[in-house]
């Protein structure tokens, strides 16, 4: 067997999928119109799978800060923050994330992929336990893998079985660390993070929360589904991405706890990643200060979650279990859904197809992800597209 022979089931994934239409994996915008169009082989294509949550990637107060910096500060920092020094923007922003949770102190990623090997690697270590949670993002297991602590997973959103696997370990509870997502990115659905808080102080451990997809979305001030619980105080470690309702590129953690600060020190990806561009820095700053002063951006957003989930299940589409601003169409059989998503996109709809082995119970899904921006019409458009699958 050489080196390169692994790859062919790589290789038969992308002939599958070339050979079922256009290749998912493969998809080349001409042009992006505005935060929900885009140009796709030569049509115009409603944009219903970017996590673009509130519409904010061509806000103008967004882009001219962005320019503003682009040309006062220039395109990049090319080193890491360790090795080149701190930009101004960049302590600004963190302390406005640190404002915005409530939190002493925060600290900014470069992706948010990086922001949880980053988190993960650093707080743990050999001897150490975490409960995750079976569905939780790839980034959330790397780290995890990473850290050479035992890993061990509960059953999505069970709190049931992860109060049995806490009471398994017994004496090493106080080195565990809970590890849970505020929204996940599949369904559309939320972790019971008031019940999963009650077990976290039960036995002692700590509780990381990922805030990717939930930041912007729930909560009175945005701040997440720990907010929108009530339990936002209670979380040791809340990580979240710049790169869906902040419509940018980064990551970042937030903590109550002294020891945040001292993460930079041991945390690789901190350390050896070039830090954030002053303009992708200075639009999520404007992003940030959105989220906080317009409210409307998210009840804008819930309306158009609402119509679209409604509208799906009026048609008899299996969904998710919760109206969000996720809304998950369950395709079983991947030949099918390999085609819809297909017909889908000849007639002017871009969702996510999501196959098995990365979905949750082997099922295929076509992931819809709303916008505050979508207009009604384009709503209803993608009802009716949706309507006219082969069923």
Request: aromatic content about 8%; hydrophobic content about 40%.
């Amino acid at each position: 067997m050489s080196l390169l022979d692994k790859f062919s089931v790589a290789r038969e994934l992308r002939t599958g999928l070339a050979n079922g239409g256009l290749d998912p994996t493969a998809v080349v915008f001409d042009a992006i119109n505005s935060a929900t169009e885009g140009v796709v082989q030569g049509r115009k294509t409603i944009l219903a799978g970017t996590n673009n949550y509130l519409g904010l990637t061509f806000d103008p107060d967004c882009v001219a800060a962005g320019v503003t910096a682009l040309e006062s500060q220039g395109s990049g920092t090319t080193g890491s923050r360790m090795a080149n020094g701190s930009y101004a923007g960049h302590l600004a922003l963190e302390q406005e994330l640190a404002d915005f949770f409530g939190c002493p102190e925060a600290l900014v990623f470069s992706t948010g992929y990086a922001a949880n090997l980053g988190v993960l690697t650093a707080l743990l270590e050999v001897g150490d336990v975490v409960l995750l949670d079976s569905d939780a993002h790839a980034s959330l297991y790397d780290g995890c893998r990473m850290s050479g602590a035992d890993v061990f997973r509960f059953r999505h959103n069970d709190v049931i079985s992860l109060e049995r696997r806490l009471a398994r370990l017994e004496a090493r509870a106080g080195r565990c660390l809970i590890v849970t997502e505020g929204l996940y990115s599949v369904l559309g659905d939320c972790a019971p993070l008031l019940e999963i808080v009650a077990l976290k102080e039960r036995f002692g451990c700590c509780l990381l929360v990922d805030e990717a997809h939930s930041l912007g979305v729930y909560g009175d001030r945005g701040c997440g589904v720990a907010e929108e619980q009530g339990v936002l105080d209670k979380v040791d470690f809340t990580v979240g991405t710049f790169s869906k309702s902040l419509g940018a590129m980064g990551g970042f953690c937030v903590s109550p706890h002294e020891e945040l600060r001292l993460i930079r020190y041991v945390s690789r990806p901190f350390i050896f990643t070039a830090s954030p561009s002053p303009s992708v820095v200075a639009t999520t700053r404007e992003a940030l200060r959105q989220l906080r002063s317009r409210p409307k951006l998210r009840s804008s957003l819930w309306s158009n979650a609402r119509r679209l989930y409604n509208g799906l299940k009026e048609i008899g589409f299996e969904l998710g279990p919760e109206v969000s601003p996720v809304v998950a169409v369950r395709i079983q059989d991947k030949v099918k859904a390999l085609a819809s998503w297909n017909h889908l996109l000849k007639a002017g709809v871009y969702v996510n197809l999501m196959l098995p082995p990365a979905t949750p119970g082997g099922a295929s899904f076509l992931r819809c992800s709303l916008s505050a921006a979508h207009s009604t019409d384009q709503i209803e458009t993608i009802i009716k597209v949706f309507s006219e699958l082969p069923r």
